[in-house]
């Protein structure tokens, strides 16, 4: 695993950057990406500010479990972490001068490029933290435009658990993003030694997440691979109007 101040990788290389703020013109389609032979460039965004860190943790164990689903059809994938804790002083400075650190850049670009996205944030005050707001208030609306995402948090009680559709949903909807139904939120006490003994805990559900974000991702494949046939010829809305004549 390679690391830098702000992303972790798994294998591959180290991208560099310097443009000031991500549009959809440094990045590639869903489609162009997905449809490529090589491996899935999946990332994982952790706003976790401790270390060691549940959000981290639970980043760590969603882009696993993805990345299992994938390979039992051959899939492989390049998993890259970025941690908003390490770029927090970068993501401040760009906020008010609008230029970019080139590690920021590089977590920008890894986000904008990624064929699929795991964002993981710590519940503060009854929303995600002003850290991972920070970071995608960096991005374009329009640059993870039909991007696959797994939205995940964690809190100190389940009481929490529904912000990840009160906060983060409508965000990523914002952002044009492809979410994910299931999410996964994960409680102080899911951590706990006899939590993992029942069915429904923690890993079950990190495994059912990351099973349909597996499957999200290779359905997305196969659709951009598919040839488009005569059957698929767009009808003129006229003549769809004639027939309810």
């Known amino acids: 695993m390679e690391r830098t101040s702000g992303t972790e990788r798994m294998s591959g290389t180290e991208r560099t950057g310097s443009a000031t703020r991500t549009s959809t013109a440094t990045r590639t389609s869903t489609a162009t990406r997905t449809s490529g032979a090589g491996p899935l ?39 890259e972490i970025v941690e908003l804790r390490d770029l927090a002083v970068e993501i401040a400075n760009h906020l008010v001068t609008g230029f970019p650190a080139p590690v920021l850049s590089a977590a920008l670009e890894a986000v904008t490029g990624a064929d699929g996205l795991i964002v993981v944030s710590p519940v503060f005050a009854g929303s995600y933290s002003g850290l991972f707001k920070s970071f995608f208030d960096l991005i374009e609306p329009d640059a993870l435009t039909g991007t696959p995402v797994l939205l ?3 809190g100190g009680t389940a009481r929490h658990s529904l912000v990840v559709e009160h906060a983060m949903r409508p965000l990523f909807s914002y952002l044009h993003a492809l979410t994910l139904p ?11 030694a006899g939590a993992d003994a029942y069915a429904g805990g923690l890993p079950a559900r990190i495994d059912r997440a990351g099973g349909e974000f597996a499957g999200l991702l290779r359905g997305l494949t196969r659709a951009t691979n598919g040839d488009v046939g005569e059957s698929d010829e767009v009808v003129p809305f006229e003549h769809l109007l004639a027939n309810l004549k």
């Open 152 to 154: 995940a948090a964690t």
């Open 41 to 79: 460039r999946l990332v994982a965004v952790s706003a976790g500010l401790s270390k060691p860190s549940s959000t981290r943790l639970l980043a760590d164990r969603l882009a696993e479990a993805t990345s299992r689903e994938l390979a039992v059809e051959d899939r492989k994938a390049e998993v």
């Open 182 to 192: 299931t999410a996964v939120f994960a409680a102080t006490d899911d951590w706990g």
